[in-house]
Structure formats: structure tokens, C-alpha cells
């Protein structure tokens, strides 16, 4: 409601016309920036968000939430930093709030269904496993798997993008490996 | 096996029923558009704590693009190494007022940083009692912690576990200085208090 474009008021001389304009070109330059910036990491921002959330929807709006916040402080976070990696800390950040508003209420998880016998690599069955398994991991530790292994970031690169040291990321990744191939059977990580 | 695991994930997500960039980039503008305006808005007044908030985790911490705003509450190597505080301790470190402090350092610390650290805390009025946790003595009290985990205690080495000082205060209330001027030395990596009963172990850690 505050969005209405507003006509600006006529002001004597041209300085103003000419600041307007200025300020109009540099819009444009900044959403077309961002804009470009935003079809190149959507989609695996995307695909990580449902990772960490087992919901298309809801990986959906958390993209649209990372996204209107970087745009918000658009100026700022494309000089000196790196946007992708900014993005990654942003959307991880919305899940841990999300996470913990929600613990509170949270259906506990449905116990996994059994393995299916002899289920290949690949079949539905293990693709779903593989996304309810990591929702049963801490948060933290399906992050770390999550920006780790479906994203294939260096360990430096996650410690950066979470915060922590990269020892923290090392021992949340062996962790949340176990925990996976305990769920999922040896052949999950090995084969 | 990490192209493996990587596969794996990928097939995790091959169900994406898809989104358009474009739009979510128009949607983007719009929305961020209204945080600016909204924030403009609300410019020193404490109504944009909260996108403040965020951004200043986001870029306190590593990112280091947010001048403004205090740095989000750091996730610490204590956390994840020794989630155990002393039953008797506060569970959470405090900023301030901390009767009992760990000052955990780097693994890549060198001998010198250590006795530099060592030395200063020894001299220093306003510790009380001072311990410090080798490596090794880390080692053991890690694998004892996860003795339940076998693998994990198998994917960690020795040399992953920080060297850490436990010491008690004299003073809690001397606490905010003394981490401003510990954090600064080389090889530290991290300090975190906790406020302690005198019957806790030192440093506030098991």
C-alpha cells in the first residue's frame, strides 16, 4: 500500500529531473543485476531449501523470503561479499527460525518406513528415504549436509557460510553420515 | 564416494515441480523493495530490529558486510566438540557477568601463541584458578562423550580437538573486558563464559 509510485512534485531547475533520472537508471542497473543473479542460483537454492524442509512449498517460499531480503540490502551485499555464499547463510537462517518457532508445536516425524527389500538406487523408495532420513538429522547437521554434499561445497565454504569452524563442519558431516548410512543401510554412502 | 553421495541427492530432488527465475526475481524486488521502503521508514526506530537482527547474523559473523548491528550470537566450537555444560552451569554461555570462562584455541595454534596465552592468563588479576586441557586430555574426554558413536568418534582425530584454558573469574563483572582483550590474541578461537556455582568444575565445562 506504501508501493503506489509517487509522481514527483514539480520543482524549479533541472537538477532534480536530472537526480530522478539518475536515481531511475540506477534501479534499473540494480534489479537487472539482481535479477541475473537470481536465475542463476535459484534453482539449486531451491532444491536445498526442500532438502531442509521436505516441502516444495514451502522451499518455495522460503527462496522467495531469501531473495526479497537480499534484494532489500541488494547495494550492500554485492559489494564485498559473495552473493551466492550470502544467500546460503540467508536461507539457512530462515530455516533455524523456522525450526525453532515450530518446535514447540512440531508433529514428531513418522517413523521411516521399512527399507523395501533389494530397492535400487534411485527408485522412489530411496529417493524418499533419503529426504525423510534427513529430516530426522538436527537441523545444523542437514545443513552441513545439505550445503556439504548436495551443494558440494568445501568444508572452508560451508564453516563460512554457517559460521562455525571448519572442524565443526568436519564432525557434523561424519555425524550426519553415520546417522544417514544407519537409517538407509551401508550401501547408501558406499554404494 | 562423494560423487556417489552427490548423486544421490540429486535424485533426491528430481520431483521439483519447477519455478520460473524470472518471476521469482520480480516477486523479489517487490517485496525487498518494501523492506527498504519500510525500513527508510523505520530508520533508528527499533521496529526494524528484526531485519536489522538477521542481517547482522548474516553479516557479522563471517561475511562481514553489516558495519552496523551487534554480530549474531556465534555457534561455537564448544557447542559442537563439548555440548556439555557443567550440570550446575548456565546451559547457554553468557555475554556477560560469566563466573567461569573456556578459552578454546585454534587448532592451528602454535607453541608460542599458547604460552603467549598461558602467560598472560597467569598474570592476569583477574583470574582466579586456571586450568588448561591438552589435546589429548580433549581426545579422551571426546571419546568418552561419544562412546555410544563408534564412527564418529572413528571420523574425528586428535588433532581436531582444540587445546582449551578453563579458568574461574574473580570478579564476573570484569568478564566483557577480559574476552575483548582475549579474543584478540592470535590463536585464540574461541571464549565462552558461562555463569558457574563455586562447586562446578573450572571453566564451567565437563
Known amino acids: 500500500m506504501t508501493d503506489t509510485v509517487t509522481t514527483p512534485r514539480p520543482v524549479d531547475g533541472g537538477a532534480p529531473a536530472g537526480w530522478g533520472a539518475g536515481r531511475r537508471r540506477t534501479k534499473a542497473a540494480r534489479d537487472e543485476e539482481f535479477t541475473a543473479f537470481v536465475e542463476s542460483a535459484a534453482t539449486r537454492l531451491r532444491r536445498s531449501a526442500y532438502l531442509m524442509c521436505r ?71 530411496l529417493r524418499l528415504a533419503l529426504v525423510d532420513a534427513l529430516a530426522t538429522l538436527s537441523v545444523e547437521d542437514r545443513a552441513v549436509l545439505v550445503l556439504r554434499h548436495a551443494e558440494d561445497h568445501s568444508v572452508d565454504t560451508v564453516a563460512t557460510i554457517l559460521g562455525v569452524s571448519g572442524s565443526v563442519v568436519k564432525m557434523r558431516t561424519a555425524r550426519a553420515l553415520a546417522r544417514l548410512r544407519s537409517l538407509l543401510g551401508e550401501d547408501f554412502v558406499d554404494g | 564416494m562423494d560423487a556417489d553421495l552427490r548423486q544421490h541427492f540429486d535424485r533426491a530432488v528430481t520431483d521439483d515441480p519447477g519455478a520460473d527465475p524470472g518471476e521469482i526475481a520480480l516477486a523479489a524486488i517487490a517485496e525487498g523493495g518494501r523492506i527498504r521502503r519500510r525500513r527508510r521508514q523505520l530508520a533508528g526506530a527499533g521496529v526494524a530490529a528484526g531485519v536489522v537482527a538477521l542481517l ?120 566483557r573486558g577480559f574476552v575483548t582483550a582475549y579474543a584478540a590474541m592470535d590463536g585464540v578461537e574461541q571464549i565462552v563464559g558461562r555463569v558457574c556455582p563455586v562447586s562446578a568444575p573450572i571453566g564451567g565445562v565437563q
Open chain 1, 55 to 125: 516441502d516444495w512449498h514451502l522451499a518455495q517460499d522460503l527462496t522467495q523470503q531469501t531473495f526479497a531480503k537480499m534484494y532489500a540490502s541488494w547495494d550492500r551485499i554485492r559489494t564485498g561479499t559473495n552473493p551466492e555464499g550470502y544467500s546460503r547463510r540467508v536461507l539457512m537462517n530462515l530455516v533455524f527460525d523456522q525450526q525453532r518457532r515450530r518446535s514447540g508445536s512440531e508433529v514428531v516425524l513418522a517413523d521411516l518406513p521399512d527399507r523395501p527389500d533389494g530397492a535400487a538406487a534411485g527408485t522412489p523408495e
Open chain 2, 56 to 175: 547482522a547474523v548474516v553479516g557479522g559473523v563471517s561475511l562481514r558486510s553489516e558495519p552496523t548491528g551487534p554480530a549474531g550470537p556465534p555457534m561455537t566450537v564448544a557447542a559442537a566438540m563439548m555440548p556439555v555444560a557443567a550440570p550446575s552451569c548456565s546451559e547457554k554461555p553468557v555475554e556477560s557477568d560469566a563466573s567461569d570462562v573456556a578459552i578454546f584455541l585454534g587448532t592451528e595454534a602454535t607453541d608460542p601463541q599458547r604460552s603467549a596465552v598461558g602467560a598472560a592468563l597467569r598474570g592476569d588479576p583477574r583470574v582466579a584458578e586456571l586450568q588448561f586441557e591438552s589435546r589429548e586430555q580433549a581426545w579422551e574426554r571426546f571419546r568418552a562423550l561419544w562412546a555410544d558413536s563408534p564412527d564418529f568418534v572413528e571420523a574425528v582425530s586428535p588433532s581436531q580437538l582444540p587445546e582449551s584454558y578453563r579458568l574461574r573469574m574473580v570478579d564476573p563483572s570484569q568478564y
